[in-house]
């Protein structure tokens, strides 16, 4: 079974820009987390997203946002990119909503590099 | 959410026992302890998960005494890939939101 894909696995963009992310979780799963991880602050987590409807959110502003289609992938998007958002974006999947016996299986992630 | 509290970091060297302790002082009744493995420019990768007493998979042990307000994660015999940073995270059921701390940070010697 294929695992979590992340795709691009890097990017660069400039302060200003946006930028448009994609996670597709291992088949049959349906939930799908999405995490920034930077030296400084560690693994935070941004939102979760269920059938399709955000169940959870993170302290992040709004210019962080996500979405899921019917297939279960999912997007995140970031506008107005910062000097800051540089990081590690992941993406976990899961098969029922929350890791409760639920092994929440991540990506590679997704380097973004704002300069 | 309960904040856990882990060494930064530990020495080990190959063919040891290492043994990672996990403070949770504020674990609530319906919440799970859960270890991660993370090696550099990767996701984590999930070890193990436990409520009470003892759960053992093939690659690690997790001890939880029955005040559950620490955890202990056991790695036999340790080799060179083992050299990772561990995760310890106390999550509640029904959420996919994982509180990630800062992590031991294993180095396992020749």
């Known amino acids: 079974k294929a695992g979590v894909t992340q795709t691009p696995r890097y990017l660069i963009k400039t302060r200003g820009q946006q930028v448009t992310l994609s996670c597709s979780p291992i088949s049959g799963h349906r939930s799908v987390s999405w995490y920034q991880q930077t030296p400084g602050q560690g693994l935070q987590f941004l939102f979760e997203?269920?059938?399709?409807?955000?169940?959870n959110k993170g302290n992040f502003p709004g210019r962080f946002s996500g979405r899921q289609f019917s297939n279960s992938r999912s997007e995140m998007n970031v506008s107005t990119l910062e000097l800051g958002d540089s990081a590690l974006y992941l993406c976990?999947?899961?098969?029922?909503?929350?890791?409760?016996?639920?092994?929440?299986?991540f990506g590679p992630g997704t380097r973004l590099l704002v300069l | 959410l309960a904040k856990t509290t882990q060494p930064i970091s530990m020495d080990s060297y190959e063919g040891q026992e290492v043994n990672i302790t996990c403070s949770h002082n504020?674990?609530?009744?319906?919440?799970?302890i859960t270890w991660y493995q993370q090696f550099p420019s990767q996701g984590p990768r999930f070890i193990i998960q436990?409520?009470?007493t003892k759960v053992t998979n093939e690659v690690a042990s997790l001890f939880i005494p029955a005040d559950r307000k620490s955890s202990t994660l056991s790695l036999p015999r340790v080799s060179l890939s083992d050299t990772a940073v561990y995760y310890c995270?106390?999550?509640?059921?029904?959420?996919?939101?994982?509180?990630f701390g800062q992590g031991t940070t294993l180095q396992v010697k020749p």
């Open positions: 995270l106390v999550a509640k059921g029904n959420t996919g939101k994982l509180i």
């Open positions: 504020n674990i609530a009744t319906n919440d799970y």
């Open positions: 436990g409520y009470k």
């Open positions: 976990a999947s899961s098969l029922r909503q929350g890791p409760v016996g639920e092994t929440q299986y």
């Open positions: 997203y269920f059938s399709e409807t955000q169940r």
